[in-house]
């Protein structure tokens, strides 16, 4: 299984949100490319990069994503989230270097994004983000959310030729309360690799989300919070 510590972006700064909800924010670290470097030297292959001011269409950290990604070189591939709702903007997010983008909102609310990017970048170069409140998919940086539930969002996207889910429940998000690995693994069988994110708080919870034969697993909170290394979620998962 995939492990990959995140590094969420807003103002230039690495911060973590409780539940998606912008005021409840907390610094973590002044300079992302310094996080990114530590990351890589305690084993990191994948670093999950979110740029919060695009997702909430504030602005852009693009310089800033920039360097990350060039400071890393060929060590870690970065998985790059955060208001990538149109093909060019997806264009972008490779030029600054991703392995892969996430599309969330643009894949709720335009159905043939997620065709389009597959067949120009190859299904490995995008994931689609599945964005959870109650069931239903949230979207624009989880400020809306809409009628469609997730799992015929996920169908849908599959059919479309997504291999990659990333599937978060946002009530578990930053909240240290334990992922939904059993909601994600619901997912997963309807055909796409998925990587479950939100509420990771113990080595227990990558160890089970292992044993349920998930793909991946994203963690926050609980590494920049000293819950446990990222060598040992490295070694757990």
């Not at 309807?190 to 994203?218: K, Y």
């Amino acid at each position: 299984m995939d492990l990959f510590p995140a590094i969420d972006i807003r103002q230039g700064k690495v911060v973590r949100l409780a539940q998606g909800e912008s005021a409840r924010v907390t610094v973590y670290a002044q300079d992302p490319a310094t996080v990114a470097e530590q990351f890589a030297t305690d084993g990191a292959r994948w670093i999950h990069l979110v740029d919060l001011d695009r997702a909430f269409g504030s602005g852009d950290n693009a310089r800033v994503v920039r360097r990350v990604v060039e400071g890393l070189g060929q060590r870690v591939r970065v998985q790059l989230g955060g208001g990538f709702r149109s093909l060019s903007l997806i264009d972008e997010g490779i030029s600054l270097g991703a392995a892969r983008v996430v599309v969330g909102t643009a894949a709720a609310r335009e159905p043939a994004i997620v065709a389009e990017a597959v067949a120009r970048l190859g299904a490995g170069r995008i994931a689609v983000g599945l964005d959870a409140r109650d069931g239903k998919v949230a979207v624009r940086g989880w400020t809306e959310t809409t009628d469609e539930r997730v799992e015929t969002l996920a169908a849908r996207v599959i059919a479309a030729g997504a291999t990659t889910l990333i599937c978060t429940d946002i009530s578990r998000d930053g909240m240290l309360s334990g992922p939904d690995i059993e909601g994600c693994a619901a997912l997963q069988r309807l055909g796409a690799a998925v990587i479950v994110s939100g509420g990771v708080a113990s080595l227990d919870d990558l160890q089970r989300a292992r044993a349920a034969g998930l793909a991946g697993a994203i963690v926050g909170r609980a590494i920049y919070e000293g819950r446990f290394t990222l060598r040992d979620a490295l070694v757990a998962a």
